[in-house]
């Protein structure tokens, strides 16, 4: 039997093949022996060879993993088969040699100008990147803000979802803090937030977080390298302002009204009663001495409460900074309110939302005495949280 030669061992001038006309082909099933001493070598079927069956063979399987993806993740399917058909191809090998591409306008070659074998594709684009970007998902917080309660959190939260790279939980979640949720799992955590692309990242806001000893632990446990943002404020107003929320909590329930100087005075010895809540959360060097044991100082960006207030875009310049994300948010987006005391937030479509009227409480009148107390009891404390985060917010100290 004859056997197919490479094409550089045939003659120089091989005699043309004899044409097939019907007669030949009765001729060669009549005699098959004779049809096949005679056959000339290049009339075996030309189209099909050894390449050619791998390449359908991969084309039918890759083809197969396409309606398999399809039905199992309908939005990934076209990029599982690039990367299953890419990397078949890739591993073939076939010596099948590209044209080269015309050089690029500016005369120097592009990366596929030189002749490339199949099995040795150009480098990819970022294809796959974009559709990562455009695919939407619940994901884990990236960012946290975990206090500090009435130091302007929710301020802070709103400036920030205008951010075209946030995505914002607009509830507290209470999930690190709160035993029941937490044990919940992170999968459910994950359920609350807002879907979101690659590209952004999802905060959430708790301020109970920040004064819970277990929480830290339970923080890093989920992400060792989750950003923290701490808004901070005068712990003297944010003490008062914290007694507003709960006096009003406490007379829509029908409870009697408690004066702020009875609560946050000891009535035997006259100093500050360090064990009443409003007056404890405001010793921040002790929340944050907890945190520091898990997380790194550079983990944390802390926002001044009053500069809020007064100039929102610079501390928002800031936690642009932070989270490494594009300065996008602009003075336009803002504007003061006269009526209220503080900036709102001018949204899409020009349309303008200030914060619930239960932000931003006219404080009651506290006994001067009580103030100087207060300030002379915060002293200390303040200095020791300046020396631990190296930043001194200027806090009234007489």
């Not at 004066?259 to 921040?284: K, M």
């Not at 948010?329 to 303008?352: D, H, V």
Request: contains cysteine.
């Amino acid at each position: 039997m004859d056997t197919v030669r490479p094409a550089s061992t045939l003659d120089s001038n091989p005699a043309p093949p004899p044409s097939l006309t019907p007669s030949s082909c009765m001729h060669h099933h009549a005699h098959p022996a004779t049809a096949v001493a005679t056959r000339p070598p290049q009339q075996q079927c030309p189209f099909v060879t050894r390449g050619r069956i791998l390449l359908m063979l991969v084309a039918s399987m890759s083809f197969t993993l396409l309606l398999v993806a399809h039905c199992m993740y309908p939005a990934t399917a076209p990029a599982v088969f690039y990367v299953c058909w890419t990397e078949q191809r890739r591993k073939l090998q076939l010596g099948i040699v590209v044209p080269p591409s015309p050089p690029s306008k500016t005369g120097t070659p592009s990366s596929s100008s030189k002749e490339t074998r199949l099995g040795q594709l150009p480098p990819e684009k970022d294809s796959d990147s974009e559709m990562g970007r455009r695919s939407m998902r619940r994901r884990l917080p990236q960012c946290l803000i975990i206090g500090v309660r009435k130091g302007g959190t929710r301020a802070l939260l709103e400036f920030l979802n205008l951010h075209p790279a946030i995505r914002a939980h607009k509830s507290e979640v209470h999930f690190f803090d709160d035993d029941h949720n937490y044990s919940l799992g992170l999968d459910w955590y994950r359920r609350r937030m807002p879907d979101s692309r690659s590209d952004q990242i999802t905060v959430e806001k708790t301020p109970a977080y920040f004064v819970q000893d277990r929480v830290p632990g339970r923080v890093r446990r989920m992400n060792a390298s989750v950003r923290l943002l701490l808004i901070v404020r005068d712990p003297v107003d944010r003490a008062i302002s914290d007694y507003m929320q709960i006096q009003s909590m406490r007379l829509s329930r029908g409870k009697r009204h408690v004066p702020f100087e009875r609560l946050a005075v000891d009535a035997v010895t006259g100093e500050i009663d360090c064990s009443y809540r409003a007056i404890e959360r405001s010793i921040y060097h002790l929340h944050m001495a907890e945190w520091l044991r898990h997380f790194a100082l550079d983990r944390f960006h802390f926002v001044s409460g009053e500069n809020l207030v007064r100039n929102p875009m610079a501390e928002l310049r800031k936690v642009e900074r932070f989270l490494r994300i594009d300065h996008k948010l602009s003075r336009r987006q803002f504007y003061f309110n006269r009526t209220r005391g503080f900036y709102c937030m001018r949204a899409a479509a020009a349309q303008e939302k200030c914060l619930a009227s239960s932000k931003g409480r006219t404080h009651p009148d506290i006994s001067p005495n009580v103030t100087a107390k207060l300030r002379r009891f915060f002293a200390p404390h303040n200095l020791r949280f300046y020396e631990m985060v190296g930043l001194d917010f200027g806090w009234n100290t007489s």
